[in-house]
């Protein structure tokens, strides 16, 4: 049971550059959540997906898409990545409590 | 602008005294409060919860406090042990999002 996974652990872009972020869970969770950290600033929520087929917008979206793959997957994808996306990125899932999130070890993202 | 406030970004404490780490927040609608720890190089793990009706939650040597008229919410760890060294996150839920705080650095010296 390896809990909620993220590849990859670390990231270098170049300004302009797409890239996608892969999160998994093995908890058969209903919803999954991605967030960004920043020096100073908390963890934001960047989107979220309260049950497979669904996403809605968290509190920072712009510049970022999701994908629900599947119960399992969630994906968030940079399609031209800004310095100002240089960050900590962290999934997190939930069965039905949102409070109650479980979350991935991050990928580190700098974008040059 | 944030909503919810960690004004504290470290606090260091002996090993088996009490440690507190306080939080505050802005917006009177939040359901549900919470605590997460976080260690380097992982994930925030969930730590205790209360909600908004009630003033106090406990789970062994973790208690949170509630004081919604000063909007205020506090986490006391006794006795405070060297494996709780850690970064501490205050958090609070409405609408299906979860706010999160800046986060203390807790230090505690053996």
């Known amino acids: 049971n390896a809990g909620v996974t993220q590849t990859p652990k670390f990231q270098v872009l170049k300004t302009g550059q797409s890239m996608t972020l892969q999160c998994a869970q093995d908890m058969n969770h209903n919803s999954m959540y991605w967030y960004r950290q920043d020096p100073g600033m908390g963890l934001r929520l960047i989107y979220y997906?309260?049950?497979?087929?669904?996403?809605d917008k968290g509190e920072v979206p712009n510049g970022y898409n999701v994908s629900r793959l599947n119960k399992r997957e969630f994906s968030l994808r940079l399609e031209s990545a800004a310095p100002s996306q240089t960050s900590v990125y962290f999934c997190?899932?939930?069965?039905?409590?949102?409070?109650?999130?479980?979350f991935g070890p991050g990928t580190r993202l700098t974008v040059t | 602008d944030q909503q919810v406030k960690q004004n504290s970004p470290s606090l260091s404490v002996q090993e088996g005294r009490i440690s507190i780490l306080n939080c505050d927040y802005t917006n009177s609608m939040f359901d549900y409060f919470l605590w997460y720890k976080k260690y380097p190089a992982e994930g925030p793990t969930f730590l205790i919860s209360i909600s908004s009706i009630k003033d106090k939650n406990e789970d062994g040597r973790f208690t949170v406090f509630l004081n919604k008229s000063a909007k205020h919410l506090s986490l006391h760890i006794v006795p405070s042990q060297p494996g709780d060294s850690a970064v501490y996150f205050c958090?609070?839920?409405?609408?299906?999002?979860?706010?999160f705080g800046t986060g203390t650095r807790l230090t505690v010296i053996p």
């Open positions: 997190a899932s939930s069965a039905i409590r949102i409070y109650e999130q479980y």
């Open positions: 997906s309260a049950s497979e087929g669904t996403t």
């Open positions: 958090a609070a839920s409405v609408s299906n999002n979860l706010f």
